[in-house]
């Protein structure tokens, strides 16, 4: 079963944060820059308001005439902005008295000094004017005095002050990215830990969580315990439930075998024994067939949620060849084990259902007085066990046939089975990872099945 | 033998016992664990065949908690599959368990077989002219040679040792010897008869055909 994931709580959190950041950090250069902007153009403007108003200082009335000494330290401030361009005029009404003759400044009321950007030459200028009247020969004269900078040096030192809050924004987001990128994660790591502690739990450990976490995820915690509570007690009813329905049937198809058999020592006419030797071989049918419903369904079961424990393959296939030598032995049936070591990973009962389901295929074909032989041994990365046998083999059918469900080979008349043996032995296999090989005994001329694992 | 079968299901049980019969041993029944507490106490069994489910408890329980105190091998009588159960009843203590419906013959065959492991298996000598058939053993004894005998001959000379000078039809020798699932002809019969006169060979002891009816042993 898997889950489509959905955008990660982490890189959505941060990336949220990051907007955030980015949000801001832009908005703080926006206005850094402005102020800049504002800040060395009020600069320029009182720079050029001193030099004007100090010109028009000069201004005085000799005879009539109105005089003019333009003052070295007015251009001298203009210059320590930068190396702008400056331009003046100094007029009495629209008599030019000195000066460039095409600058026009802004309108101006005595007093006052008033301000305006205006193109000039090509270029952009910011320009001061100020009046001043002056009294010449009893007449009040209105001189005007404008100056004129090109603004270069201002907008440069504005440049640079918004660079600097550029890199210094940029610096910022950085930072905080990280930052927000570690405190999601400091965060989540609580929901990891216990996502861990779910996942590395084995399959059949449905205790309730107990670690404290924060409050956040006690709904979650709560919820989980509740879910596990149900699963336990579902396992718990669905293996009484088998169990019982275990019970139920093989209990009366114990009571018709021993009749049977009892019967059997006292009929004597050799139809009524015939008719009970039938009965005994449906009873030992359907008993065959309940046991491998039921391990099938076990097998489903477990390879869902696969235990993970090292299995030491010798002494495994030593248990299941004792549990089957008294089987074996009524036919005369010698169990040959040949072994060298061999580990896997995985649920230790499913792989002994596999081989025990391999090996009673193998005693149930064999003739009498024949030799079973396992094998179990290590090698390229890969653990075997091979069960061979000295029956009648698979005959001509494709061996991928064999492993479908209900399906049995084309050799075996006259012999109890229902054909899910090979099938479950397949599917514990491929619950590991691993697969059965099915071959021909190379010595005795009967099958050889083999059951591959993975090594540990 | 003497067994001690505890089984609740009194139709299972009875038919058991009667099965057990045929083939000579002898069975106490008890129909729950406390009634096989009582048994215990008062006498000495070869093997306990103890079901899983009883009314008043689960067998394997039983098993668990008696181990220390009961010393007599359990043959545990299970209906469940075995993936799920084998396990837990080995574990606790049982010697090897069984599903139900069972062989007898493959009951009988498990039950030698824990006994042998358990060094529980009574010496059970038949006189057979001048050799002395050991069935548990599995061996002939003539003189000096001792001849080990295959679980299949084995089985075939216990039938004749038993009934001796009685006709036994090869139908009912196979009853004996074979499992219903195998299908073998008559003439398989002929060939374990023919093996058993070879190594009864100078014993004093003849398997004799009777046309038409089967084989009997004459001392």
Redesign the interface.
């Known amino acids: 079963m898997s889950v489509q994931p959905g955008w990660p709580i982490a890189r959505k959190l941060t990336l949220f944060l990051a907007a955030i950041v980015a949000l801001l950090a832009l908005v703080s250069w926006g206005m850094v820059t402005s102020f800049a902007r504002e800040a060395a153009g009020r600069t320029q403007d009182n720079i050029l308001a001193a030099s004007a108003t100090s010109i028009a200082e000069t201004l005085r009335s000799e005879g009539g005439q109105v005089r003019l000494e333009l003052p070295y330290a007015a251009f001298s401030m203009l210059g320590a902005i930068s190396e702008d361009r400056v331009f003046y005029r100094v007029a009495a009404g629209d008599d030019v008295l000195t000066g460039y003759a095409d600058l026009d400044g802004p309108n101006v009321t005595p007093g006052e000094p008033s301000f305006a950007t205006l193109p000039y030459r090509d270029m952009n200028v910011r320009a001061v004017s100020v009046m001043r009247v002056i009294l010449a020969d009893g007449e009040a004269v209105p001189i005007t005095v404008t100056l004129a900078q090109t603004r270069g040096g201002v907008q440069g030192i504005a440049a640079g002050l918004s660079r600097q809050a550029a890199y210094l924004s940029v610096a910022v987001f950085l930072l905080a990215v990280g930052m927000s990128a570690f405190a999601v994660r400091a965060s989540l790591r609580p929901l990891n830990t216990m996502a861990q502690h779910v996942s590395t739990r084995g399959p059949s450990d449905l205790r309730p969580l107990r670690r404290r976490g924060p409050p956040e995820l006690m709904p979650l915690v709560r919820a989980l315990n509740r879910l596990m509570d149900r699963l336990e007690g579902s396992i718990k009813r669905s293996?009484d439930f088998?169990?019982e329905a275990?019970?139920r049937?093989?209990?009366p198809?114990?009571?018709?075998?021993?009749?049977a058999?009892?019967a059997?020592?006292s009929v004597e006419e050799?139809a009524q024994?015939q008719t009970l030797?039938r009965v005994?071989?449906a009873?030992?049918?359907s008993?065959r067939s309940a046991?491998q419903l039921?391990?099938h369904a076990?097998?489903s079961f477990r390879a869902d949620d696969l235990a993970r424990e090292r299995v030491n393959l010798p002494a495994l296939a030593e248990g299941v060849a004792d549990?089957l030598?008294?089987?074996a032995?009524?036919?005369?049936i010698d169990i040959a084990l040949a072994m060298s070591p061999a580990e896997v990973e995985g649920d230790a009962?499913?792989i002994?259902?596999a081989l025990?389901n391999v090996l009673d295929n193998a005693i149930?074909y064999s003739p009498?007085?024949t030799i079973v032989r396992i094998s179990v041994g290590n090698g390229g990365g890969e653990a075997r066990i091979a069960v061979s046998d000295e029956g009648p083999g698979f005959g001509e059918e494709p061996a991928a046939h064999l492993t479908e469900r209900f399906k049995r080979g084309d050799k075996v008349?006259?012999?109890?089975g229902s054909g899910l043996g090979l099938t479950i032995a397949e599917e514990a296999l491929s619950a590991h990872g691993g697969r059965l090989e099915l071959g021909r005994n190379l010595e005795g001329g009967g099958a050889c099945v083999s059951l591959i694992l993975p090594a540990a | 033998m003497r067994f001690l079968l505890v089984e609740d299901n009194a139709e299972l049980a009875d038919s058991v016992v009667q099965r057990l019969g045929l083939d000579g041993h002898a069975v106490d029944h008890a129909a729950t664990l406390s009634d096989a507490e009582a048994h215990l106490e008062v006498a000495d069994y070869d093997l306990i065949l103890l079901d899983v489910m009883l009314p008043d408890g689960d067998g394997r329980d039983f098993l668990a908690r008696s181990r220390d105190r009961i010393n007599t091998p359990v043959i545990v009588l299970t209906a469940r599959s075995q993936i799920s159960d084998r396990v837990g009843a080995l574990d606790q203590g049982a010697d090897d368990y069984i599903t139900k419906p069972f062989d007898f013959s493959e009951l009988e065959a498990r039950c030698r077989a824990v006994l042998r492991r358990r060094g529980g298996l009574a010496r059970n000598e038949i006189t057979l002219g001048a050799a002395v058939f050991e069935p548990n053993a599995g061996t002939l004894r003539h003189g000096d040679a001792v001849m080990e005998l295959r679980n299949r001959e084995i089985r075939l000379l216990e039938v004749f040792a038993r009934n001796p000078g009685h006709i036994l039809s090869k139908s009912q020798l196979m009853d004996r010897l074979f499992s219903h699932d195998e299908d073998v002809t008559e003439n398989a019969i002929e060939v374990y008869v023919g093996r058993l006169r070879r190594k009864l060979d100078g014993v004093g002891v003849r398997i004799e055909t009777v046309r038409g009816a089967g084989y009997r042993m004459s001392l």
């Open positions: 293996e088998i169990a275990a019970h049937v093989r209990t198809l114990a009571i018709v075998r021993t009749q058999e009892i059997l020592h050799e024994k030797r005994i071989r009873v030992d049918d008993s046991s039921l391990d076990m097998v549990a030598r008294p089987t032995e009524m036919k005369d009962i499913l002994q259902n025990r149930k009498a007085e008349e006259g012999v109890v």
